[in-house]
C-alpha cells in the first residue's frame, strides 16, 4: 500500500494550495482518509478526515478555511487550503485507517507547506 501527497509550497498568507494524496495498493473507498499536520516542535495533529462516504470533519482552526474532498474513482483525497496563515505551516500527511479494521492504518511521505510573505 502506498500514499503519495503532492501540492505543497510555497504561499502568502491570504493565498491557496491545494493538496493531492493518491493511493493504492488498497481498496480506497473502505478507507477513511484524513490530512494531519506537524509544525516543527509540535505534535503531528489531525486536520481534517473524510469517511467512506463522503463526510468531512475538521479541526476548529481551519473550520471555514480549509475543504477535504474524494474522489474515489481516482483513489485520491483532497485538501483545499484557503486563508493561509503562518500557523498553517508545517509537514501535512495523508493517512488512510480501514473503517472495517481500525488497527490497519497506512501514511504517506509528508509534504511541506509554508506560509510566508
Known amino acids: 500500500a502506498q500514499l503519495a501527497e503532492s501540492g505543497g509550497g510555497l504561499a502568502q498568507p491570504g493565498g491557496s494550495l491545494r493538496l493531492s494524496c493518491v493511493a493504492s495498493?488498497?481498496?480506497?473507498?473502505?478507507?477513511?482518509m484524513s490530512w494531519y499536520r506537524q509544525a516543527p516542535g509540535k505534535q503531528r495533529e489531525l486536520v481534517a478526515a473524510?469517511?467512506?462516504?463522503?463526510?468531512?470533519t475538521y479541526v476548529d482552526s481551519v473550520k471555514g478555511r480549509f475543504s477535504i474532498s474524494r474522489d474515489n474513482a481516482k483513489s485520491t483525497v483532497y485538501l483545499q487550503m484557503n486563508s493561509l496563515k503562518p500557523e498553517d505551516t508545517a509537514v501535512y500527511y495523508c493517512?488512510?485507517?480501514?473503517?472495517?479494521?481500525?488497527?490497519?492504518?497506512?501514511w504517506g511521505q509528508g509534504t511541506q507547506v509554508t506560509v510566508s510573505s
Open positions: 493517512k488512510a485507517r480501514n473503517s472495517f479494521l481500525l488497527s490497519q492504518m497506512y
Open positions: 495498493g488498497f481498496t480506497f473507498n473502505s478507507y477513511i
Open positions: 473524510i469517511s467512506s462516504g463522503g463526510t468531512p
